[in-house]
């Protein structure tokens, strides 16, 4: 939020009505992005429970569908009501998105027709009704009901083909966090907005058929480029970006850690200020000479270069690095591991994590939006629902 500013505005979602019916993370994240920007969400889960409820680590251990982490974390700010689809549910569905703005769906054709559910036809009978099909392949084509999960969605988009290390015997490795399901899940919530658009100029909804296939499919970096054109595959490389030849090591192990740190040799500035950091710390090993003035003679020798960058960053801790190499102005990151977040100054002086009050648990962090607004008031934060909990707490149901 910009300095001297006051949020007067309600938020940017609010008034708008969503029924997710997922349980895939792709869908359900999509239906939090809406929820925690003021929409009020109501998911639809089967009388046992969705199955992300059974997806650990568990908090305090307990498996029993209300303390799973990661439902926590996709169903922040949402409500919960029970539908059977097997039990005549589809008529149920029905009556939910009567008044409905959005219909979040996450099941596959196969899925949709075992279960009664005909998309086009609830179009037809709401036709005001923005209905957002995410699912991996699509509403369409030979591999509409094939199985898929992040890895696979990885490995088929293309993406997983760029994961990984130099050492090309060990296979490509999975990004965390779900990455290819959150891919989808941007393409879906733009998606859904443009539909959104459109209904305020037509009066009219739509059915938005998100691929997470073809969503990662799009998201492959210059890969795409590079075959299209050159028809040239990338290599994948240790923490750095996959290029048709290998580029120098841009991972720097410190005294206590990693550092980032893109090593530009053939720009004058950045390599002048590179020398001047190593010689404050003595550590220059003949870079100074003024052979080394010449982008030529620096790239025929990179070799040298390279080895006294390492020997200074091994003798230092990351921390300092970082915070020297940023005060120079050069491009330099510190590796975090995840628990160190927490206490990242930057990110508690930006409120990212939202301190949401779980009963039994007292307060816990969650990872909050990576945006702020001056206008739009922001809602207050509540905890996953319990199973079939349709009420949010007074004060944030007052605001919904």
Known sequence: MSAGTSPSQAPPYRGLRVIEFADQPGAE?????????????????PPAGCASR???PFAGGLDDGEHSLHFWFYNADKRSSLLDVSGGGAKALQEHL??????ICGLQPAELQAAGISLQSIAALYPRL???????????????????????????????????????????????????????????HIGILLALLQRQQTGKGQIVDLSNHEALAVTVELANPYWFYPKALVLRQTCRHAQPVRTQPALFKC???????????????????????????GLESGLDDARFLDAAYRQAH?????QVVEVFFLVNSAEQMYREGQGNGLPIGKLNAP?????????????????????????VAYPGAPYTFSAFAPVSPTPAPRLGDTKLADTERSKR
Not at 29 to 45: F, H, I, P, S, W
Not at 131 to 139: Q, R
Not at 163 to 170: F, N, P, W
Request: glycine share 12%; hydrophobic share 40%; net charge negative.
């Open 255 to 281: 005294a206590d850690g990693y550092v980032y740190f893109a090593l530009v040799i053939t720009e004058e500035k950045p390599w002048q200020v590179l020398v001047k950091w190593l010689q404050s710390h």
């Open 339 to 363: 628990e160190d977040l927490f206490e990242d100054q930057h990110l508690k002086e930006r409120g990212y994590f939202r301190k949401v009050e779980h009963s039994g648990h007292g307060e």
């Open 302 to 306: 990179f070799d040298q270069i390279q």
């Open 54 to 56: 059974r997806i650990g």
């Open 98 to 103: 009567s008044t409905a703005d959005v219909f």
């Open 29 to 45: 994240y999509t239906g939090r992005l809406l929820a925690e920007m003021g929409a009020d969400v109501l998911k639809l889960e």
């Open 130 to 188: 923005v209905i957002a099909a995410i699912t991996p392949f699509g509403l369409t084509g030979p591999w509409k009901d094939m199985k898929s999960s992040d890895l696979v969605s990885l490995a088929a988009g293309g993406p997983l083909h760029m994961c990984g290390y130099d050492d090309h015997s060990i296979p490509p490795i999975r990004p965390g966090g779900n990455q290819g399901f959150n891919t989808g899940t941007a393409f879906a």
